[in-house]
């Protein structure tokens, strides 16, 4: 039944917004206003690294759809039981339903062709974009609060969100229930997982493509637990929603993938540290030079120490050299 709580989370009572003649989907103004924000840091992230900032509007134009068109492909694939019967429906974007996973996918892919095309270093452009995303996506959940979906199961916390009764029924629960934000979470969530990524990328020194690749393992380890809340339909494989299985499976890739690329690099891959040049010396040290690997500790052959001084030994002159002294002389010449 309905407790008595000391707050809550009221629901948005709209969900479209009227300009003039003109009437917006919160749901999709809430996903502009990600986009705008993704690429306006990512601009920036872009030029601090003495990149031409409107490379990243260029990519944009492309990734942005795709990424759209990925999401919504994911999410039909995904709970098709929904659409099953009204198959019109799975065009209505602007009713919501975009799977993260396939946006971030088929978004990357597209992304990715562009920079290529335009002769930019693709790796280094997923690290830049790689905290862009998830503000951008944090930004995009508000979507769902104005839809009033997505909503995890029911709570007495303080914070327990309210949705409108035929919500409320539709779930099957009392008028007056309250539940999870489970949007709020995975925002919250999103927001922190930038922050960590910005001050992970100042403190530590990490190879190319290893930001984005934290980025998809933050991303998956926050999407499992946010996922196992919320009661909404949805496909399941062996009583387990096909979220929580693809962010399994993302997590433990993901974490393969940075595991092998931190602990199985070659030393000249190895990030450099501030103010020094990774280097190795291979040949063999002549003239009193140090052999010296990349982290700068002396080989085998120096830390033994240097070869004990041998006496020196005047060199011959060249005559001598030339001439045969007389005890070397054959036996059959007589002395001079």
Do not use: C
Not at 219 to 248: F, K, Q, T
Not at 302 to 322: F, I, K, L, T
């Amino acid at each position: 039944m309905v407790q008595t709580l000391f707050g809550s989370i009221p629901s948005p009572s709209f969900n479209t917004l009227s300009l003039g003649p003109f009437e917006f989907r919160m749901y999709g103004l809430s996903i502009a206003l990600g986009v705008i924000a993704a690429i306006w840091i990512s601009s920036k992230r872009w030029e601090a690294r003495g990149g031409d900032p409107s490379d990243i509007g260029a990519i944009a134009i492309w990734a942005v759809p795709a990424g759209v068109i990925g999401a919504r492909l994911y999410h039909v694939a995904t709970d098709w039981k929904t659409y099953d019967g009204h198959w019109i429906d799975a065009v209505k974007i602007w009713n919501g339903g975009l799977g993260i996973p396939g946006g971030i996918a088929l978004g990357v892919i597209v992304g990715a062709i562009v920079a290529k095309r335009r002769g930019l270093d693709v790796v280094a452009l997923m690290d830049v974009v790689a905290p862009a995303l998830p503000v951008a996506q944090a930004i995009g959940r508000l979507g769902n609060w104005f839809n009033q979906e997505l909503f995890g199961r029911p709570t007495t916390l303080p914070w327990g969100l309210e949705v409108s009764p035929d919500k409320v029924f539709a779930a099957g629960y009392p008028t007056g229930t309250l539940f999870h934000p489970t949007f709020l979470y995975e925002a919250l969530w999103n927001l922190a997982l930038a922050g960590f990524l910005v001050l992970i990328e100042r403190k530590k020194k990490l190879y190319p493509g290893e930001l984005f690749t934290l980025y998809v393992l933050g991303y998956a380890i926050g999407r499992l637990w946010v996922e196992s809340l919320r009661i909404d339909p949805a496909s399941e494989i062996y009583g387990v929603r096909i979220n929580i299985w693809m962010a399994i499976i993302v997590a433990l890739v993901t974490l393969i993938v940075f595991s092998t690329r931190r602990y199985r690099s070659h030393p000249h891959d190895a990030p450099a540290t501030d103010g020094s040049v990774s280097m190795a010396v291979d040949a063999a040290a002549t003239d009193g030079s140090v052999s010296t690997a990349a982290d700068g500790t002396p080989s085998e052959s120096d830390a033994a120490g240097p070869e004990p001084d041998e006496p020196d030994v005047p060199a011959a002159p060249a005559s001598a050299a030339a001439d045969p002294q007389p005890d070397e002389r054959p036996s059959g010449d007589p002395p001079p």
